[in-house]
């Protein structure tokens, strides 16, 4: 039977898949659409699936976007059309709501009178439903997307005509909404953001020199408009940047900082700061930690592009075997709508990855990989190296085994996903095929990031979750589609 999409593609990956990134940008007299465009291309890797920018004016808010990669979804022509002071973006990986639908592409815009406001989102709410059954059945709102995202934009509309004041909105509506949410919002004349009161996803402020300020899900955006870093937004903190400056508040009280620690593992891009820890430095020490719990004889280490490389290098500084390119990624893959012929089908992992027969063949690997989720993507990558000549294959993992699902942003919600949740470390090892598996521990990961294990939502590796979850969210990320029509 000829399955009717690449599953390299279309199918579950052997990694937790991205968080959205978010981005907003004050700066009058600069082409802010244009800045948001490169930010959002420095964020493309915390989600493909669609990208947007919304435009404030000093009159109003205009935005566009459109289903696909950064690159795709925008022309020159969109960019020069959108200008104005203020503007925020987004780049979507979907964990609530299809990702086909253009409707659930962000920004949402928001009517509120007369005044339009726009809304970015990253993250996951896990009480979506009960709010939204109570806005259409109270308030008698009509949805036209199917995520958690439109339902924040609702609620900030909805109190912000109440109280007259976006502030006001904002405090109320993160009062009543719970999960994980880092949020950039524009008005015509004004950018806010706000963050979960436990600072599950992360988000920044910078400062560009003599301009104005920009907001970001990661440095690595700041850092490609020339911005620099100023801090942290806090978590259950609210920010305004307008003409008036830049103004915080602590809209909501600050619970136990539980930053997801996949940031560190594998979301984050190398070159962006977190904690006062570049994401590199951490992922190597990782590596080299891994080398003193797990060590192999071996002849070559290597990396699984692109989050494995750091560690690997780590692991090879470590253990003193030689480090070595023995895989090639195809960067240009991504998520696409186009469906491969089934002789491309067949390649298989090839569509993603190829390795380098003339630097593995004959040689016992080390390969370093952040994360073993469903295991089939790794099964194939064993083979592929022994197919490629590889005398052994010992896989190192830089994370312990995932046995909890994650309902804040990431997609594997449910635990039948996880291969960890059901098999010991040995069989996960025979299922992938490998010479030999293992995994960092907890206290090892959590130590090469110099920041405190409470510090740090951990609930993927041991089910504590820093907020409980409802059984409708336990259900999947499309409970919503259901009867999605009125």
């Given at each position: ?31 802010v ?17 669609s ?23 925008f ?83 909805h ?50 020199d ?16 020339g ?62 930690a ?28 470590a ?18 709508f ?17 390795p ?7 040689k ?21 190296l ?30 039948e ?12 090892r ?57």
């Amino acid at each position: 039977m000829t399955p009717s999409t690449d599953w390299i593609l279309s199918a579950p990956a052997d990694h937790p898949e991205e968080a959205c990134g978010v981005f907003g940008v004050y700066a009058p007299g600069e082409d802010v659409a244009r800045l948001t465009y490169f930010a959002l291309q420095a964020l493309q890797h915390r989600g493909q699936e669609s990208a947007g920018i919304a435009v404030g004016d000093g009159e109003t808010v205009t935005a566009t976007k459109n289903l696909g990669l950064v690159s795709q979804a925008f022309r020159e022509h969109d960019l020069s059309t959108l200008t104005g002071e203020v503007a925020i973006g987004h780049t979507r990986y979907s964990t609530t709501g299809s990702s086909t639908s253009w409707e659930n592409a962000q920004p949402h815009l928001s009517a509120i009178g007369h005044q339009v406001i726009a809304l970015a989102h990253n993250g996951n709410l896990v009480n979506t439903v009960e709010l939204r059954d109570e806005l259409r059945g109270t308030n008698g709102v009509r949805f036209r997307s199917t995520t958690d995202s439109e339902v924040m934009a609702t609620l900030v509309g909805h109190f912000t005509e109440k109280h007259g004041s976006i502030r006001a909105g904002i405090r109320d509506t993160m009062e009543l909404i719970r999960g994980a949410y880092s949020v950039v919002l524009s008005t015509e004349d004004a950018v806010y953001a706000f963050r979960d009161p436990y600072g599950i996803r992360p988000l920044v402020i910078g400062e560009i020199d003599g301009v104005g300020w920009a907001l970001a899900s990661e440095t690595c955006a700041l850092d490609i408009i020339g911005a620099t870093y100023l801090r942290d937004v806090a978590p259950g903190e609210m920010i305004k940047i307008s003409a008036e400056g830049l103004q915080a508040e602590q809209a909501v009280p600050a619970e136990n900082p539980s930053l997801c620690m996949f940031e560190f593992i594998y979301f984050a891009r190398p070159d962006s700061v977190m904690n006062d820890c570049t994401l590199y430095e951490a992922r190597r020490q990782m590596g080299g930690a891994l080398a003193g719990e797990a060590p192999v004889e071996a002849d070559l280490v290597i990396g699984v592009p692109d989050s494995g490389v750091p560690a690997a290098v780590g692991f090879a500084q470590a253990s003193g075997v030689p480090f070595g390119e023995g895989l090639v990624k195809n960067r240009y893959v991504g998520r696409t709508f186009i469906s491969p012929t089934q002789t491309l089908r067949q390649q298989g992992i090839r569509l993603k990855l190829n390795p380098l027969p003339h630097a593995i063949r004959g040689k016992r690997l080390v390969v370093v990989d952040d994360s073993i989720v469903r295991g089939n993507t790794t099964r194939k990558l064993v083979q592929l190296l022994r197919d490629a000549g590889a005398a052994e294959v010992h896989m190192r993992i830089t994370s312990p085994p995932i046995v909890w699902p994650c309902f804040f942003g990431i997609d594997t919600d449910t635990q039948e996903q996880l291969i960890a949740s059901s098999k010991s470390v040995e069989e996960v090892r025979e299922f992938i095929g490998a010479d030999s598996l293992a995994y960092l521990s907890l206290d090892a990961m959590v130590d090469a990031t110099g920041t405190k294990r409470e510090d740090f939502c951990l609930a993927c590796f041991n089910g504590v979750y820093p907020i409980e979850i409802p059984e409708t969210v336990k259900r999947g990320k499309l409970s919503l589609e259901v009867g999605e029509t009125s």
